[in-house]
């Protein structure tokens, strides 16, 4: 690949991108490799956990030069939804780890990863409304779902870039780390989620993903209900209890 590399090691996948002198920009290159490598993360059941970091900068955006010119056809077929809609859907928790810029395309790609560690030095925005656009690979939509709509709302019409500590502030990140420990400590949260019950992950992700699409809160808590049970037809689930009863660490089979 080009501009994107994963490593596998101990059930932990850790994507990255290699694009230093655009500040990692997303042309349709990269998300062309992205798409080819979440398919083979979901299509891997050793992969247990997905990190996205890249050293520097998560990256300064969609790519402003090649976006410039386009008609609305090539812009829609440009656009990155269906390969973000991947990386949300897939069964594991994912993390992105983000240094430095985390702009625009690239804080939807965040978005659309479970959970978001920062560094201290990070800055985050949606800069597209000073471009004369708008978010168009889901932040619209996860932004506010995630830090609710006020909070979206004024990043999103502001453009406004902000810095770690805003960041945690209003939800848009969950944990902050100097700029030196981010890596190392994203890396930590990863191998201990690593650890955890595949199948009753799976059933998490599924079970908050269906139930917070449904207007009816009752029938969210019923998805809820039904997945909670189906989780004891699982050896992890004997497993992960009998091991509690005889006081030692459990081992997962993901069955
Ligand atoms: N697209 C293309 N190239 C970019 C880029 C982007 N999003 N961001 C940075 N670069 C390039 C710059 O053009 C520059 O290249 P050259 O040396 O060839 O000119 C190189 O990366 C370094 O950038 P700067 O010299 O600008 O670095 P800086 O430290 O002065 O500024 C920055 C950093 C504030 C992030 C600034 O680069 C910037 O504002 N970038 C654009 C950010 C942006 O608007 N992102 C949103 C894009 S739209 C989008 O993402 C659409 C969507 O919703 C899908």
Same mark, same amino acid.
């Given at each position: 690949m080009r501009y994107l590399s994963l490593e596998i090691n101990n059930g932990i996948g850790l994507i990255s991108i290699h694009r230093p002198e655009a500040l990692n920009a997303l042309n349709r290159e990269i998300i062309d490799e992205l798409d080819a490598l979440l398919e083979q993360i979901r299509d891997d059941q050793s992969i247990r956990v997905l990190v996205l970091w890249s050293d520097k900068n998560f990256a300064a955006g969609s790519d402003i030069k090649s976006m410039v010119e386009m008609t609305v056809e090539e812009a829609a077929d440009f656009i990155f939804t269906p390969t973000y809609n991947k990386l949300d859907l897939l069964d594991i /928790?994912?993390?992105?780890?983000?240094?430095?810029?985390?702009?625009?395309?690239? *804080?939807?790609?965040?978005?659309?990863?479970?959970? +978001?560690?920062?560094?201290?030095?990070?800055? *985050?925005?949606? /800069?597209?409304? @000073?471009? &004369?656009?708008? /978010?168009?690979?889901? &932040?619209?939509?996860?932004? /506010? *779902?995630?830090?609710?709509?006020?909070?979206?709302?004024?990043?999103?019409?502001? &453009?406004?870039?902000?810095?770690?500590?805003?960041?945690? $502030?209003?939800?848009?990140?969950?944990?902050?780390?100097?700029? %030196?420990?981010?890596?190392?400590?994203?890396?930590?949260? %990863?191998?201990?989620?690593? +650890?955890?019950?595949?199948?009753?992950?799976?059933?998490?992700?599924?079970?908050?993903?269906?139930?917070?699409?449904?207007?009816? *809160?009752?029938?969210?808590?019923?998805?809820?209900?039904? @997945?909670?049970?189906?989780?004891?037809?699982?050896?992890? $689930?004997k497993e992960g209890m009998r091991a509690f009863i005889e006081k030692r660490k459990p081992e997962y089979k993901g069955k």
């Open positions: /928790p994912t993390i992105a780890g983000i240094e430095g810029y985390a702009l625009g395309g690239a *804080l939807e790609l965040a978005m659309a990863c479970d959970i +978001r560690f920062a560094a201290e030095g990070a800055k *985050l925005g949606y /800069p597209e409304i @000073n471009l &004369g656009i708008m /978010p168009g690979a889901g &932040g619209t939509i996860r932004t /506010p *779902l995630s830090i609710g709509s006020p909070w979206a709302k004024e990043l999103i019409f502001s &453009g406004e870039i902000i810095d770690a500590a805003r960041a945690l $502030q209003i939800g848009l990140v969950n944990r902050i780390y100097s700029d %030196a420990e981010l890596f190392a400590e994203t890396m930590k949260f %990863a191998e201990k989620l690593s +650890r955890k019950a595949p199948l009753a992950m799976k059933l998490i992700k599924q079970t908050m993903r269906e139930g917070l699409a449904c207007a009816d *809160l009752m029938e969210g808590v019923d998805i809820e209900k039904k @997945n909670w049970a189906t989780l004891f037809s699982t050896e992890d $689930q």
